[in-house]
Every structure is written in structure tokens, then in C-alpha cells.
């Protein structure tokens, strides 16, 4: 078999084929019908999206194509920040800043009745929660949080702690780590790119829209194994020791590795179970092949 080039070395075809666009989407589709058109834009089989938006929402919207879309698990706990207004349904007290603060914490959210996951009370961390601005009975809002957290829940219960009640008001969504709004591409851009590589060949514009899907990966732990390895690797083989050039250790938060040949490009996902310096033995235990 062929292993994948490295990312900087990847014609047109094989970017599109195991690519990242950081999308901004737009107000009005779902994240569903935003990927089914990116995936037909750039006549991939599959195109996936990183993390469900509203149909409202607007922001940061990674979508994976091709096989990258094998590799979607990695924004399941991913870190979001948003931007939203709050809408008091009275004028906000002076303390506004301080009742905020209090939900900057662990938090106690039951999904609402038309989300697609099984409604149960559940904890999700508000890692930073800022008030940006502040304009009559509205207060713009900045969220940092764990993955899977309501921001129009939290914004009920913040009205609720100030005693005016409050709803969301426009809601946008600035990072899925390790994506943010310093490089959001929009539909045009994309579609814009793609014209300009088929009809005049000019690639620069679409290998700015278009990222190496190891980009999405940066945030794990690296395991780099020997090109035999990964030739193993794609015949559903776990990664053993003698096949381990270098590992580092994952975090608690995310178990998660990633593995890569020598040239940086990716071969798997999988969890360290063993010692990569050990002479024999199992390492890396697959949980998604890439290649």
C-alpha cells in the first residue's frame, strides 16, 4: 500500500480527500445541510461537521472531508467558546458582573426536549464566562465551556441568579478547539477557491480555505511509528513496541493519541496501554484508522 503524503506535500485531490475547512457558518441552514453542501462542493463522498450549531448560530464550524470524517471523535470533548447577548427582561442590576461570576464553575444542565441526546441532569464546566459589554437590558457575553453545554440554558439561569429573567438573544460560536475565528472561511470562500483551481489551476486560494486534517489533531498527544508500522496499522493491526519511534503521554482530559509516520502524516487514533519504550507488547490500541 501507499501511505498518505506529508500535509505540505499533498496535491489538490488528496487535500480534498482527507481535509479541514474552519467553517463560518451562516445563519439559517443546519450544521447538517451546511456539511451535505461542502461535501458536494468538493465532490467528496463523505463531509462531516465538528459539533452541532443551530440553525440560527453563526461561527466556527470545522468540517472534515473525506476520510477525515473517521476522525470526528476527536471534537466529542473538544472545548467551545461562544460570544452571546443576553436578554434581561429588566434593567440589570449593578451587580451583574458579580452574580456572572458565579456560574464561571461546574454546572448542573438538562438538555432541552428537542435535543438528540436522552434528557438527564448532567454537569458542565463554564471554564471562563465574561461579560464583554453592556447596553441597556442586553449584556454581551463571552463562554468558554466544556463540550455539550446549553448556552440558552445557561442564559435562562443567569436571568434567573439576577432576578429579571433573561433569554439568549444572537448567539455565535468563536472556537472548537483547536479552531477559532482568526481563520474562518466562508461558503463563498470556499466555492470561490474551488472555481479558480478548476478553471485556471490557481491553487493558493483553496490550500487557504482547505487545511491538512492533522490540523485537527494538534491538540493530542503524538505517537510516531515506523512506516512498516502503519502499513500494519491499515490492515487493522495495533501499534506494538518495536514499531514506537517516539510517545508522548496524554492527558487525563483527553486519552486520546495520535499517530503519525516520520512525514507527520496521520495513521491512527487509538489509547496508549503500553510502555512505548518496552521491547514487545502492544502500545497503541486502535480506535480509528485513517489511512
Known sequence: ???????????????????????????????????????????????????????????CLPLLLGDATRMAQVFDDSRKEYVAVLEC????????DSVVAEFEAPIYQKPPRKSAVKRRLRVREIHALDVLEVDGRQALLRVRCESGTYIRKLCHDIGLALGTGAHMGHLRRTATDPFDDTTLATLEDLADALTWYREDGDEAPLRDVVQPAERALVDLARVTIAP?????VADGAPVYAPGVIDADQPDAERPLVACYTPNDAAVCLGRLVGDPDADSGVVVELERVLV
Not at 228 to 232: K, T
Open 1 to 59: 500500500m501507499t501511505l498518505r503524503p506529508a500535509p505540505d506535500e499533498r496535491s489538490i485531490p488528496d487535500l480534498l480527500a482527507f481535509g479541514v475547512v474552519n467553517l463560518d457558518k451562516p445563519p439559517g441552514p443546519s450544521a447538517h445541510q451546511v456539511a451535505a453542501w461542502v461535501r458536494d462542493l468538493t465532490d467528496q463522498e463523505r463531509a462531516a461537521h465538528a459539533g452541532t450549531l443551530d440553525p440560527k448560530v453563526t461561527g
Open 89 to 96: 427582561h429588566g434593567s440589570p442590576p449593578a451587580d451583574l
Open 228 to 232: 512498516s508500522a502503519a502499513e500494519s
